[in-house]
Each structure stands twice: as structure tokens, then as C-alpha cells.
């Protein structure tokens, strides 16, 4: 991270150079258009596939919260996509999405021919089936989380709320969830986490294209450092990369660790 750090404020180009030139490579990357397509595909993608995770995930863990029949069997298959890499998920989601072999040819072949389902070829809309594959992924996982929440809480609170003639769901939005607060908190680190450093699932999916239409500041990187020779532009976008993640955990860490020193 360091040497990182160094070589953002060094003139390197196709080879480390120790010559400092100060903000330069900063000012080049903010100059590039490119970086802000990442940097806005960045934000799109971390609400997307952050909020539907979680709302997912959430939705997820109330319906096996049910104590219902193969509750076991159903976690199990909803928990197995985390299991694979995103670079098996963004590769298997590139057949699905891709118009000629998928989800659109199946359609059509079923008689519906004018039916179009072509986002992932389109450069406003490809960012969105990476959020499709982000979701898929991901949603089992927070599930897992927030279902070992809700078995953490007393079943005497909600048998309380039942019988002064409380709802389910409204047991569930009134008592349930805010006391899954940090449970909340800890998945939505781990997921925001995993967005800002996307890079695996993307460069299967759509390895940035059409164009650099999907572009995040992880492939922005990989391009410029390994591929255009543009180290210190891409120890830069680097550098704030690490800036964001870490604007992310210290307040975590410190709400955290100030959590525990009070409870001392």
C-alpha cells in the first residue's frame, strides 16, 4: 500500500520511476472521462447490488424464519452461489444474458419473437445485468446472516408481541429488524467491501466492454497499470480506491471498538 502510495506521486509510466512530480497523476486522472464512467458504474453497481442483496437476503431469511419443511435443503441452495468464484458466476451469466445463446433465445424460441433481452450488449444497460449477477451471488450469503440474526433473538419477544395482537409482519418491521441493526451493519460492510473491489466478476461478464461502458475503478486500474503502461495513473485511481474503502471501515471500526469499551 505504501509503495503504492509512492508511486501516485512518482512520474512512472511503463516501469516504476522514483521522480516525484507531485499531484500530476492525479490530475490526469481526473482529467480522463473514462474514470468518471468508473466512478459512476461504481455507484450504480454499490446501491444496486448492495440494496437488492440485502432486501433479498432479508426477505429470504423471514420466509425460512417459518420453521418451514426443508428448510435445510432450501438454505443450502440458496447459500451454494457464494460458494463459486464470480469469475464461474460472471462467466455463466455471460451465456444467460448473451442474446444469441440465452435468456432471449430461449424466449424467442418458445414463440415469442419480438421479445429483446440484449442489456448486456447495450452500454447503457450493461452495468445492470453485473448487478443481476452481483445479486444472485450475494443474496444467499446475506440470508445466512441475517436468518442467524433472527435465531439469535428470544422467541419470547415475538410470543409477547402475538399475543398483545401484534402481526407478523409487523412483528417482524417493528421488533425484529431494528434489533438486527448490527447484523445490518456488518453485511453492509462486507458487501460494500466486495463492490468497491469488484473487478473478477466483471472482467468475466463483460471485461469492461461494451466500449468501457462498464468500467469500475478496479478494471479502470488493471487497464491503466497493467495494460497501457499508465502506472501512475492507475497507483492513483489505486490509491483512492483504498481512500473509499477506508472511509467505509474506520468509522465501522471505531463505532465498533468505542461499542466495546463501554460496554467495559
Not at 15 to 30: A, D, I, K, T
Not at 113 to 125: K, N, R
Amino acid at each position: 500500500m505504501i509503495w503504492n502510495g509512492v508511486l501516485s506521486f512518482s512520474a512512472s509510466r511503463m516501469l516504476p520511476n522514483y521522480e516525484m512530480v507531485g499531484l500530476l497523476q492525479y490530475e490526469r486522472l481526473f482529467a480522463m472521462d473514462r474514470w468518471y464512467v468508473a466512478m459512476k458504474n461504481l455507484g450504480i453497481f454499490g446501491v444496486g447490488y448492495v440494496g437488492g442483496s440485502m432486501l433479498i437476503g432479508i426477505i429470504l431469511a423471514i420466509l425460512l424464519d417459518q420453521k418451514i419443511r426443508l428448510e435445510g435443503a432450501l438454505r443450502t441452495i440458496y447459500l451454494y452461489p457464494m460458494a463459486l468464484s464470480f469469475v464461474v458466476t460472471g462467466t455463466a451469466w455471460k451465456w444467460l444474458l448473451n442474446p444469441d445463446l440465452g435468456i432471449e433465445k430461449m424466449v424467442r424460441d418458445w414463440g415469442f419473437t419480438h421479445f429483446t433481452f440484449d442489456w448486456l450488449i447495450q452500454t447503457d444497460t450493461a452495468i445492470y445485468c453485473i448487478i443481476i449477477a452481483g445479486i444472485w451471488q450475494s443474496a444467499g450469503f446475506t440470508m445466512a446472516l441475517f436468518l442467524a440474526g433472527l435465531r439469535g433473538i428470544d422467541t419470547s419477544i415475538f410470543k409477547a408481541a402475538q399475543m398483545d395482537g401484534a402481526s407478523l409482519p409487523k412483528i417482524y418491521w417493528r421488533i425484529a429488524l431494528p434489533m438486527l441493526r448490527p447484523v445490518f451493519f456488518s453485511t453492509l460492510m462486507v458487501l460494500s467491501h466486495l463492490a468497491i473491489k469488484s473487478f473478477d466478476l466483471v472482467m468475466s461478464l463483460t471485461a469492461g466492454g461494451p466500449g468501457y461502458a462498464t468500467d469500475v475503478p478496479a478494471t479502470f486500474m488493471y487497464t491503466m497499470a497493467f495494460t497501457r503502461g499508465q502506472i501512475g495513473v492507475g497507483s492513483a485511481s489505486a490509491t483512492i480506491m483504498l481512500m473509499l474503502v477506508a472511509a467505509l471501515a474506520v468509522p465501522y471500526l471505531y463505532s465498533e471498538l468505542r461499542g466495546k469499551d463501554h460496554a467495559h
